[in-house]
DNA sequence: TAAAAATACTCCATAGGTATTTTAT
DNA sequence: ATAAAATACCTATGGAGTATTTTTA
């Protein structure tokens, strides 16, 4: 049984003649009688009486003329599912945000794509970078944003901007009023870090080797201190536990005068994270994900150097 | 777009791996990737995303796979139709029937049709015999049984009995005791015919041509009557308009002390007439209409022979 | 290196064409 | 005699095979 065989017994029952059907059907008269013969043998059923005057449809033809009737309007939606998921830009985009970066660049990202790409929706997942490398190998999501290094089997990897660390103490703390800071100053501070899994801890830990979660100070004294996301951080260090680190973006633009945070630049060379978008490879909406690579750029954040020009991949 | 090729694409979709989903579906890996490539060409859209790895299936392909089930599913209930369709016993048949024989001949027919072929309902039309011939022409009904001659265009015509004619006289009427009435001594009677359309109006007359919608008597009163069914001029018989001729079948096995109507059989040679079942020759469920041939043969009717050896065709 | 899909090619089944015959009115 | 479907026969597309290459983890 083929669907053209179907489309032949459609017209001929609409029709009531092998010529005229023939016609619509744009063959000739032998073979649209060819192939219902042979539909007819296959199913072991009489689906039309022929007459030199006139085509008729048994009882049993006529039940199945309409549910060959049915399986092309079915196969119709096939071609109008394929007619909408052939824009790129259509349809829902799973994106992937790390924690450190989602709370600060969603807003401004959801806004552009919103206007730049209205019928593609995003799904967005936050998560550790090493979870979002799976769900990207899954094809549970469609591409992610992460910082470098990364190396996700069967990504491409672009950078998209690089973004500075900036020191945060207590608006009481000796430093608050300072113009910088040297990353060498921070193994004299009790110092407020991520939990371990978040890809910021490891920046961070980079910049100051000597905080590590159970460093003590002279006396014996905890000096390091731990936080499950960046606000709760922030929290932590205005009541006093100690200093930390944190990425430009999620630095707010205007620092509240009743603020209990100080924001401090550091001193050259300043530290900073590569942000990059990744995709697998295979998947077939490039041009979802260009789009959103330049809605990265259009984001306006603070202390952020966006990277237009970058060169093809880097990992 | 194929049927097979949505096999092909369903079977990956299940089994997110194409050699394995090539064996489900009997054909090498190749052949089932060059299928999916042809039909993700034409419907111009990525439906697999092929990794070393692993096979994923895209958004709009999920969709798709989807509607490809549905698809599948219908087409199965294709092949359910054609199934029933086979037994030529299953599924009503359209039977027509001259108006005088539809009520004698149908109790005892659909009795045993009932036990015969219960899954084959028949669907009654009761008409005039050119209504009929029209009617299996047009696929309105599937066979009928009525009074030869007949000639229907594609039509095969089978004698199934001869049924003889008997004269109908009021109770108190000279004849009411004789053994048998000679067919010229009708034309000294009064009459009642069947109104034109009917074949056995023509019948009686061929027996009786004096006989004549506006035969009058010596002094000019109405000697021939109309009724418009067989029953209605037997009723007029008994209220003393005159005499008739019925066929055999309409009349009572037992006829009841207080009838008002007397039955005397024909002298030889006894009028008759033959009734046939005619089909369309082409009609594609042979065994169904010679059960119910057979089961006419099994009808226990008085005053009628049945043909069971009747010869191929007659017209 | 190994596993999987893609490619190259070959073959044959069959869908479709044209010319003709059969059939029924 | 005519109109319509069936049949005969031919061609070419493309579906399916095997062997091989490419790709990527």
Not at 160 to 165: N, Q
Not at 248 to 263: F, G, N
Request: with cysteine.
């Amino acid at each position: 049984m083929t669907l053209t065989e179907l489309r032949y017994i459609v017209a001929v029952a609409r029709e009531r003649h092998f010529g005229r059907a023939a016609e619509k059907c744009f063959v000739s008269q032998p073979t649209l009688s060819v192939a219902i013969r042979k539909l007819e043998d296959e199913l072991g059923v009489t689906l039309f009486e022929r007459n030199a005057a006139e085509v008729t449809v048994t009882a049993t033809g006529k039940r199945i003329v309409e549910q060959a009737q049915r399986v092309l309007e079915e196969t119709a939606a096939i071609k109008e599912l394929a007619k909408l998921g052939k824009d790129p830009l259509h349809g829902p985009l799973r994106l992937g945000v790390i924690y450190t970066i989602a709370p600060y660049l969603l807003p401004h990202l959801v806004k552009i794509l919103h206007q730049r790409a209205s019928r593609m929706p995003l799904i967005i997942e936050e998560n550790f970078t090493h979870r979002l490398r799976d769900m990207l190998k899954q094809g549970e999501i469609d591409c992610a944003i992460l910082a470098l290094p990364f190396a996700g089997p069967g990504c491409t990897v672009r950078p998209v901007y690089d973004e500075r660390f900036v020191v945060v103490v207590p608006r009481d703390h000796a430093w608050a009023k300072r113009k910088s800071v040297a990353a060498d100053e921070l193994k004299r501070e009790s110092m407020v870090l991520l939990g371990a899994g978040h890809c910021f801890r490891d920046h961070v830990l980079e910049v100051c080797p000597e905080a590590s979660r159970f460093a003590t100070d002279a006396e014996g004294m905890q000096r390091t201190f731990e936080g499950s996301s960046l606000e709760t951080i922030r929290q932590m260090v205005a009541s006093g536990v100690g200093v930390t680190v944190l990425p430009a973006s999620s630095v707010p633009e205007q620092v509240p005068r009743d603020s209990l945070l100080a924001y401090v630049p550091f001193a050259r060379p300043v530290p900073e994270r590569r942000i990059a978008l990744a995709w697998r490879r295979t998947f077939p909406r490039p041009q979802a994900v260009e789009t959103v690579r330049q809605a990265v750029f259009a984001c306006k954040l603070h202390g952020v150097t966006m990277l237009r020009e970058a060169p093809a991949n880097a990992a």
